[in-house]
């Protein structure tokens, strides 16, 4: 049963919580208060969003489909070649309605099991605040002792000539848009070669789209630390493996729906059936009154400290509306500690510490430190994956795992890696690098053998001279 109830009876009641937003820092946020102790109230302004980002339009979505594309395109290019079956048709609109099923039960699950269960109680409404205390949803006002702004965000529309056109038709479409498809355009040209630019760039290549990613930095996904890994993806991976049309150092100046043309900084024009606006996400500050009770926001973000605290006591902010990092991962312990702190307690956010990941195809992980290799205080270690047994048998030998060794501890402190699984080996490596993982320690280890992440140990021992897998240098 859901525990809703209308602003009318949330009036009534004094809170001593109340989160909005119901993304991944509301609700885990409401779940851990109310763990604590605390009544707590859950605010949500749109009844089709429950859940938020990372259920309806973002992490949930992506990899489902992901998963699905991968078994379709698998079976094409080892079946078929093989000589085993003659064809394989995929039915896109199935697929999609197979991602709506499980986004349901996603969400079936936090509003009619575990939020109950904490006593967690929902309101649908716009949410706006009156007072550091005070909030206004509809015609109702509602007292609470704490307040979490997790109000989220939403995909950046570049300022781009005949975008607005192109929105309207249909032409160019976001990614939260992109969810709600229900066919495969034949080409596609994604404006951003970020980390949702290149998994949706896979999922429409392996669905058979002819894709083109262009990205006005450099190279792809900028924001990573270690640049090798957007040069590798580009060339080896999204060109070689997928036949994606890669344009780095390019911008798009014109996007032109009647011809279904987008022009290029370069001059040149690529016809598209569809443009995927892959350009990032903004914080939604707007409406909240934030200004007006005195909370500090800048670009466009709320401003919180490692305990996830605004400079309003009583007020917090977790979530992609802090403008850090925008992952679900950062928002649900900052959400947490939020929780924690109006609860009584010291609790903070580490953010030395986060492992970003793309879910291409083989994966993207990153976490620690990356250095040139001319910095006398580090050791790097680089290994092909073909050296791992698991990688040859299934058939994944791409890739490169890369470490950063301090020479002077002997410490592991940064992984970078593509190659199968790298979003499960990172989470290892992070746990490394937190508690201090000596070149020593690792070789005691014994990992289970042939596995993937042996390539996390078996980089380190390249370094401490022990590697058994490569010939003597
Ligand atoms: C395509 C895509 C793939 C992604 N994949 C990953 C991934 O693999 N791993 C990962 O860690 N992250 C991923 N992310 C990022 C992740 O989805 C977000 O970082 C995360 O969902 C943010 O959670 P949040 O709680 O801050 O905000 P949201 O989930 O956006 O929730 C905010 C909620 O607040 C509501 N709201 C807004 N204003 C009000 C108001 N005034 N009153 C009441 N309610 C309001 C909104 O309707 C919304 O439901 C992905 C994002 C995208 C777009």
Request: neutral net charge.
């Amino acid at each position: 049963m859901s525990t809703e109830i209308t602003g009318r009876e949330a009036e009534g009641i004094k809170w001593d919580f109340v989160a909005i937003g119901s993304g991944t820092a509301g609700a885990d946020a409401a779940i851990r208060a109310a763990q604590l102790g605390l009544k707590v109230l859950l605010i949500e302004r749109d009844r089709s969003r429950l859940g938020g980002t990372c259920v309806n339009v973002g992490c949930v979505p992506t990899k489902k489909l992901l998963y699905l594309a991968d078994h379709y395109h698998e079976l094409g290019r080892f079946l078929i070649n093989e000589g085993l079956i003659a064809s394989t048709k995929l039915d896109v609109k199935a697929m999609f309605e197979a991602k709506d099923r499980l986004i349901s039960q996603v969400i079936s699950w936090y509003t009619f099991k575990v939020l109950p269960s904490y006593g967690v109680r929902q309101l649908i409404g716009e949410a706006r605040l009156v007072s550091p205390r005070s909030i206004k949803v509809g015609d109702s006002i509602i007292e609470a002792r704490n307040v979490l702004i997790a109000t989220g965000s939403r995909p950046k529309i570049p300022p781009i000539k005949g975008m607005e056109q192109g929105l309207r038709s249909g032409f160019a479409v976001t990614s939260d848009d992109f969810f709600y498809l229900r066919s495969i355009p034949d080409s596609v040209l994604i404006i951003g070669g970020g980390a949702i630019g290149i998994e949706l760039g896979t999922l429409l290549s392996k669905l058979g789209s002819r894709v083109t990613i262009v990205e006005v930095m450099d190279r792809l996904l900028p924001t990573f630390p270690d640049p090798e890994l957007g040069n590798y993806l580009a060339s080896r991976i999204m060109m070689e493996m997928y036949g994606v049309n890669v344009k780095v150092g390019t911008s798009v100046t014109e996007v032109d729906p009647s011809n279904k043309m987008v022009r290029l900084s370069s001059g040149e024009t690529v016809k598209v059936d569809a443009v995927l606006i892959a350009t990032g996400r903004e914080p939604n500050t707007q409406g909240l009154n934030l200004e007006g009770v005195g909370v500090e926001v800048r670009n466009g973000a709320v401003m919180v400290d490692d305990h996830s605290r605004t400079n309003i006591p009583g007020i917090y902010a977790a979530g992609d509306v802090t403008g850090k990092y925008m992952l679900a991962s950062v928002a649900k312990v900052q959400g947490i500690a939020a929780a924690e702190n109006a609860a009584g307690l010291d609790s903070r956010v580490d953010y030395s510490l986060v492992p970003m990941v793309v879910f291409s195809d083989p994966e993207i992980a990153s976490v620690g430190i990356s250095v040139g290799k001319d910095d006398p205080r580090y050791v790097i270690a680089k290994m092909p994956n073909y050296i791992n047994y698991r990688a040859i048998a299934y058939n994944k030998p791409y890739g490169w795992t890369k470490i950063v060794v301090d020479r002077a501890g002997g410490k592991i402190v940064g992984f970078h890696m593509i190659g199968p699984w790298a979003s499960e080996i990172v989470n290892m490596a992070t746990i490394a690098i937190k508690k201090g993982l000596t070149l020593d320690e690792a070789k005691e280890l014994v990992f289970s053998h042939p596995v993937f992440s042996e390539l996390l140990i078996d980089t380190m021992e390249l370094v401490s001279g022990g590697n058994v897998y490569l010939p003597k240098r």
